[in-house]
C-alpha cells in the first residue's frame, strides 16, 4: 500500500513561510494530490489540490499566499505557504487517490502561525 509522509511543519510568526512536503511510498499511479487542515473544534477543510497533469485548485482562504506543486518523478507534492496568518494554525494532512487503493491519507503535520 501507498504510504504519505509528510514534513516541514512547525512554529512560524505571523508573516512568514513555511514548506510541506508529502512523499509517497511505493509504485502504483497517483493521480490528484491535495492537502488538507483541520485546526481544533472545526472540520477537516481542503486547503489545494493538484491533479497528475498539474491543475490546481485553492481555497479561497489561501489563493495568492500558498502554492501547491508536484514532483511526480519523487512522487511528492508540496505545499509553500507564505504570509502567514494565526487562522492557518492547523494540523495539515496530505491526501492522494491512489490507482486500485482509493484515497490516502498522512499522518498530519501541526503548522503554528504565533507570534
Known amino acids: 500500500q501507498v504510504q504519505l509522509v509528510e514534513s516541514g511543519g512547525g512554529l512560524v510568526q505571523p508573516g512568514g513561510s513555511l514548506r510541506l512536503s508529502c512523499a509517497a511510498s511505493g509504485s502504483r499511479s497517483i493521480n490528484a494530490m491535495g492537502w488538507y487542515r483541520q485546526a481544533p473544534g472545526e472540520q477537516r477543510e481542503r486547503v489545494a489540490v493538484i491533479t497528475s497533469g498539474g491543475t490546481t485548485n485553492y481555497a479561497d482562504s489561501v489563493k495568492g499566499r500558498f502554492t501547491i506543486s508536484r514532483d511526480n518523478a519523487k512522487r511528492t507534492v508540496y505545499l509553500q505557504m507564505n504570509s502567514l496568518k494565526p487562522e492557518d494554525t492547523a494540523v495539515y494532512y496530505c491526501?492522494?487517490?491512489?490507482?486500485?487503493?482509493?484515497?490516502?491519507w498522512g499522518q498530519g503535520t501541526q503548522v503554528t502561525v504565533s507570534s
Open positions: 491526501n492522494a487517490g491512489v490507482l486500485n487503493e482509493g484515497t490516502r
